[in-house]
């Protein structure tokens, strides 16, 4: 055997300068003028102020600093007064997020991360995640965090709640990556540098990075009012439909082109204001007759009877009905196909060849409570052929549901896009929204009966859902609806009798009397609660 020869160590011996004293003095005196340049444009909304004071000081005399602290004082309570909104955006917000991010989250950051775990050490080293930035909201604190090496969102989703009480709030929603940035749009001759700028600096994926809401004011504990006439456009935009508010304040904005909608809720959760909200923004549509609505209500039509000229098609006294209903949808989807293949690959709505939205408002009764096993097998498969094919072609299945587990629901899966209002179970919560959901921070299973309307979304392609809620539709807003967006096709007469339907009274221009949402914004965003 060959002996294996060891290594030998070689020790090396770091050299010793001696540095003169004023060069040591030099680079102080310049390391201490970068720093305070430094601090001087990073935090300019003091320093600025601050100059201008010692400058006028020294020119017009020290007396003059109370007069101008007066004036200033005078001038911003004036503006708080004459316009709140701008003043949060341009002072109190800012001033508010640097003030928490020295005062509340760099104070107390080391020892929460220590507490919560989420430090890591090696050897006598200790190492936590960076505070990137914090902005202040009337919903909360939008807290961005650079994750260190081995962790990952669920790491910390796990610790929301540790997060949430150690920054003295009781809710703490974690994101991946940032949210809510939108790049502007830039013009003028540094236009096309600037976008770049914005690519580079919004556009990025940063996996590296994760966000932290802290939220403090619940802006969805107020009713939403619901969209004025004005707002309603005359063609809707189905990627983009106004329905509500995220928990943030920003405008809910729901998907209806190439998807199928699926709200979920126990009784009185409010999935009667997702439905008229949805119809709402729809309005501009049906008038046209870009758009046609197929309601099917196996509740007797105590729930959509009330906008009865809104839908083409309206089936609510018997069940056969409901079922020709699903399968007239079934043969224009089959002429579509036909027509349009190989030609076009998603339809394009037209007055001649609108878009088809099947409406069925419960649609346990049509599948799990139905006792006629012929009638029920006929409903499912024109419901999956719907489902699974009519999407492309303009043809779009929103249902509502109390129970969504597999039994009551079989093709649970073939709805893309769904809704989860208040439930009465936890583990409905990922039947509905997918699997780790709760876990990701849908709580619909704590959401007050106090709160209708109120429910989780998955949106902007992120697995984190987002809190919403729906506009809060009254019988007033409906009566006017069914007066003034009437559609040019009327329902055939054997869809049954209607209740009379009494009109709401409008103003001297046609126009109804509901507040825009933006007022709600206002309103909050300047502390009135």
């Not at 009667?272 to 729809?282: D, E, Q, Y």
């Not at 501009?284 to 509740?299: E, F, H, M, N, T």
């Amino acid at each position: 055997m060959v002996a294996r020869r060891e290594p030998q160590l070689v020790r090396l011996q770091s050299s010793v300068f001696a540095v003169p004293r004023w060069a040591l003095l030099v680079g102080l005196m310049f390391r201490a003028l970068y720093r305070g340049v430094r601090l001087a444009l990073r935090y300019w909304r003091v320093t600025g102020p601050a100059v201008l004071l010692v400058w006028l000081g020294w020119r017009a005399g020290w007396q003059i600093i109370p007069i101008v602290f007066l004036l200033a004082a005078a001038g911003l309570s004036g503006w708080r007064i004459g316009h709140r909104d701008s003043f949060g955006v341009w002072v109190k917000w800012p001033w508010l997020s640097r003030w928490r991010r020295w005062w509340l989250y760099r104070r107390g950051w080391e020892p929460t991360m220590r507490g919560c775990g989420l430090s890591t050490a090696h050897g006598s080293v200790q190492y936590w995640p960076p505070i990137l930035s914090v902005k202040s909201s009337p919903a909360g604190d939008v807290v961005r965090v650079r994750l260190l090496r081995g962790q990952t969102p669920d790491t910390w989703s796990g610790k929301s709640s540790e997060l949430a009480y150690a920054f003295g709030t009781r809710l703490c929603r974690v994101f991946s990556g940032r949210i809510n940035v939108l790049p502007k749009i830039r013009a003028g001759r540094l236009g096309v540098l600037m976008a770049w700028w914005d690519r580079h600096r919004f556009g990025r994926d940063r996996p590296t990075e994760m966000t932290l809401v802290f939220v403090r004011g619940d802006l969805l504990a107020y009713a939403v009012p619901a969209i004025g006439p004005d707002s309603i456009p005359h063609t809707p935009d189905l990627s983009s439909l106004p329905v509500g508010l995220r928990e943030d304040g920003s405008w809910l904005r729901i998907v209806l082109e190439q998807t199928h909608v699926l709200i979920a809720g126990a009784t009185g959760s409010g999935k009667g204001s997702v439905i008229w909200s949805i119809l709402r923004a729809l309005a501009g549509g049906i008038r046209s007759g870009l758009v046609q609505v197929w309601a099917i209500d196996p509740k007797g039509g105590m729930e959509l009877a009330m906008g009865r000229r809104l839908f083409s098609r309206f089936a609510y006294s018997s069940l056969p009905e409901m079922a020709d209903v699903l399968d007239q949808a079934v043969e224009v989807m089959r002429e579509r196909q036909t027509r349009l293949a190989g030609s076009v690959r998603q339809h394009v709505p037209a007055p001649a060849d609108p878009t088809i939205v099947v409406l069925v408002d419960e649609l346990a009764a049509l599948t799990a409570y139905l006792t006629d096993k012929d009638l029920r097998a006929r409903i499912e498969a024109a419901l999956a052929v719907l489902l699974s094919q009519g999407r492309a072609l303009g043809v779009h299945v929103i249902a509502a549901v109390q129970d969504p587990r597999k039994e009551v629901v079989k093709f649970r899966d073939l709805f893309p896009t769904r809704v989860g209002l208040r439930m009465t179970e936890d583990e409905q919560v990922d039947m509905v929204l997918g699997a780790g959901a709760r876990k990701r921070g849908a709580l619909a299973d704590q959401i007050p009966a106090s709160l209708p309307g109120v429910g989780y979304m998955v949106l902007d392609q992120r697995p984190e859902p987002v809190r919403v809620r729906f506009t809060h539709i009254t019988d007033d807003h409906i009566h006017d609806m069914n007066t003034r967006y009437a559609t040019p096709t009327p329902a055939p007469a054997s869809a049954g009798s209607v209740p009379p339907q009494r009109n709401t009274p409008v103003d001297g221009n046609g126009n109804g009397s509901e507040p825009l949402p933006v007022e709600l914004f206002n309103k909050l965003r300047g502390g009135d609660r």
